[in-house]
């Protein structure tokens, strides 16, 4: 785990509460991996790449969550054959944003414990590649 893992792990066990949903988890995940706004500015300039992401969801569900958390929803982001304190599980729920038919809404805010920023306001982004 480098640096910026062990950064963006301890800001999802200290900000997304552990009693967060799996439909909530993985809308924050997709949303991370597709968009940095509404991050604190120190979190949206690290590394955050599919790994990192996926890394990071994984720590904070093995240290919050049972190993049959999201059993009902995972297969319907490809997840399923891995369990969501993987690594791979997280990386299946983002591969699904690559393979989704739908429209992504990524207007709800995220489901952290802090407040976000303003919609509209400059925050770094980026694009699916």
Known sequence: MNSDSKIFAEFLRR???ADTSYLDVVYACRRIFCTLDGLPPEIAGLE???ETIASGFADWTKRNQSDDFGQLYSSAYSAAW?????EGHWLQVISSVLTSAALLDFSPPLPFSYVTATPGAAAPSRHVP
């Open 15 to 17: 900000e997304l509460p």
């Open 48 to 50: 955050l790449d599919k």
């Open 82 to 86: 891995h369990r969501p304190g993987d």
